[in-house]
């Protein structure tokens, strides 16, 4: 620690929210279960290399558990052809077109390039494809969970819908990583007055809200922590740090010495910045080192009179979306002892900070801080489809239970339907008809599913293989 470290000047928490709806066997490219081997080796692995020893939360959605746990098995075959017969091989047939092009920069750096492929499949096999693990043993950090499948917890019909989700994700994260602490990640960080209570019920004991609608960016309350009524504790996200990382017209990744994500060859390679040039790494690593220490100079301005800011990113931002995340994160831990900056776990600065009690907003970190991403007039079709499933499998589970694989298999399915992905990706004309293909493909699959308890048809075969293996029916009909 370095000496005369001014602790009165509160503290950062980093807050990584990890996620992927489940594409694992739906699909390729270009939408499909080439996202999650993207993550896989773009981020998740990169990341798991920095941060061994940090004081950094990590939330772990369960449904991207699920499916780094399917990793193990065949899926981890598919994702290593991906890596080694795929993206490697492309990288030299663009580089060799770009030489016949008379482009040697670009051709220069898509040989570069290649090794971010090639890296990650070793250190896949190197861990034994046992990715949980390898979070699992990660030193100083604190892992939360969330939701079984990332549904709004404000926009479920029922309470017993809304056990299902929780009972079923705090099952699968208590197997997989043993003690759980109480962090639990609200989706989309909706919130909604009275969800505390459930989410105390459920053992949470600290979760992330977005309060930027209620109180100006920059304002003091966002540093403090929230006592909620039931007892589990609010920790505002600071979107005055955030919007730094995360703006889109000004924060870091858009500026020109960046990788620029959105222009591709024809293979889906990136050897362009932002500016237009071909992309020249060292001096992008210098420029996110840059950055890093720019942040963790606003932290600590932010701070001065001490509270928590609760700075809380997608994982995903770090290494696919913007290419050098993972250099500015490990810059951010060196400059953050450098510069006096105390790093905590989000439990760690609750010990030093005071709960103060408030009333939250109704709230997400969504467009508009409201709901309408997830129930506006673009995703009525699966926002009314979901609600409607959902009633129909808790009215089924109240009157017939029997055969248990078919009220389990539309509990799954029905897990599937209430994604928040699928919604976003409708609203935000994301993804082609992905998204409306998988809504459609789950809600036949239930269907089936709730016809197959009256006896009449067999249960059909599961296409969500690992989704949600610690699945929780009992909860549908607790009292």
Not at 122 to 134: P, Q, S, T, V, Y
Not at 197 to 213: H, K, N, P, S, Y
Request: aromatic share 8%.
């Amino acid at each position: 620690m370095t000496a005369g470290r001014d602790r009165a000047l509160g503290a950062l928490a980093l807050v990584l929210h990890s996620h992927m709806p489940y594409v694992e066997g739906f699909d390729t490219w270009p939408f499909g279960e080439e996202w999650l081997w993207e993550a896989v080796a773009c981020v998740y692995l990169p990341l798991l290399e920095i941060l061994d020893g940090a004081p950094v939360t990590i939330g772990l959605t369960p449904v991207l558990c699920d499916q780094l746990e399917a990793m193990r098995g065949d899926a981890g075959d598919r994702y290593l052809h991906f890596l080694r017969e795929l993206r490697v091989p492309l990288h030299a047939t663009e580089a060799a077109a770009m030489d016949r092009d008379d482009e040697p920069q670009l051709a220069a750096e898509l040989r570069r390039a290649a090794a971010d492929y090639a890296r990650p499949a070793d250190a896949f096999e190197r861990r034994n494809r046992d990715l949980l693990g390898a979070f699992r043993a990660l030193r100083a950090v604190e892992l939360w969970t969330s939701a079984a499948s990332h549904a709004i917890l404000p926009l479920l019909a029922t309470d017993a819908g809304l056990r299902l989700q929780l009972a079923t994700g705090l099952a699968s994260h208590r197997r997989r990583f043993g003690a759980w602490g109480g962090g639990f990640w609200l989706p989309e960080c909706a919130y909604a007055p009275g969800l505390d209570r459930e989410l105390a019920d459920a053992g949470v004991a600290t979760f992330c809200v977005d309060q930027t609608a209620v109180h100006a960016r920059g304002a003091r309350e966002h540093l403090e922590p929230v006592r909620t009524a039931a007892g589990p504790v609010a920790v505002p996200v600071d979107w005055e740090a955030v919007e730094l990382v995360w703006h889109p017209g000004e924060g870091y990744p858009v500026q020109a010495a960046y990788r620029d994500y959105h222009r591709r060859t024809r293979y889906d390679l990136r050897p362009w910045d932002n500016g237009g040039r071909p992309y020249h790494r060292a001096a992008a690593v210098a420029l996110a080192r840059g950055h890093a220490r720019h942040f963790v100079a606003h932290a600590r301005q932010r701070l001065r009179d001490g509270g928590l800011l609760c700075c809380a990113l997608d994982t995903e931002l770090l290494g696919h979306w913007w290419y050098e995340g993972p250099v500015w994160l490990g810059e951010v831990l060196v400059e953050a002892d450098l510069q006096g900056l105390r790093l905590v776990t989000v439990s760690e600065g609750l010990r030093s900070v005071e709960p103060v009690e408030r009333s939250l907003a109704a709230s997400t970190w969504g467009t508009g801080k409201d709901l309408a991403t997830w129930d506006g007039p673009q995703a009525a079709e699966l926002a009314f489809g979901a609600r409607g499933a959902e009633l129909r499998t808790v009215a089924a589970a109240a009157t017939r239970s029997d055969p248990r694989p078919a009220l389990e298999r539309a509990a799954r399915e029905l897990l599937a339907l209430q994604a928040s992905d699928w919604a976003f990706m409708v609203t935000r004309a994301a993804a082609g008809d992905y998204p409306l293909r998988r809504v459609r493909a789950h809600g036949g699959a239930h269907d089936a599913a709730l016809a197959a308890l009256d006896g009449a048809t067999p249960v059909p075969e599961a296409v969500v293989r690992n989704l949600a293996p610690d699945l929780d029916v009992a909860s549908l009909t607790a009292p």
